[in-house]
């Protein structure tokens, strides 16, 4: 199995922005962690990172047939982008939606998510863990139902 992990807007500034709200571990340390759990239940990953919006929905559309999921952490644009939506509708690829912090708990605004939509699931406020597990629920899938 191959998962594209997909990190949005302002993820490549962790261990900095927010400290309280993020943590102290870095991009880098989020990326080694998602390896070594993919590694450890036996699926292929690649992680990227986009601050645009554009660029996001690029990668949604070049992982067409070449994955067999999407994780996918927007970061703000889960609340305001229709277009990354409709990307991950176009491409009919699992998804998996990733928020760092439980973004239902935050302000009124993070409480709206445009991805939500479309997942077959959603990991919320499990810090950088949330990430093995959005991993994790592939199997799930794969083991039950088959992809």
Wanted: aromatic letters at 8%.
């Amino acid at each position: 199995m191959k998962i594209l992990v997909i990190n949005g807007v302002n993820l490549n500034m962790l261990g900095i922005r927010e400290r309280s709200l993020y943590g102290d571990q870095t991009y880098p340390a989020l990326v080694k962690k998602i390896k070594a759990h993919a590694k450890s239940i036996g699926v292929q990953v690649k992680c990227v990172q986009y601050n645009g919006e554009g660029e996001i929905c690029t990668a949604i559309q070049r992982a067409y047939k070449k994955y067999d999921g999407i994780v996918i952490n927007p970061g703000a644009y889960t609340h305001t982008s229709i277009a990354i939506l409709d990307a991950l509708k176009s491409v009919s690829i699992p998804t998996v939606e990733v928020h760092i912090t439980d973004v239902d708990a935050r302000e009124e605004f993070r409480k709206v998510s445009y991805v939500s939509l479309y997942a077959f699931a959603r990991v919320i406020g499990k810090g950088l863990e949330g990430y093995c597990i959005a991993l994790d629920k592939f199997k799930e899938k794969t083991e039950g139902h088959g992809l």
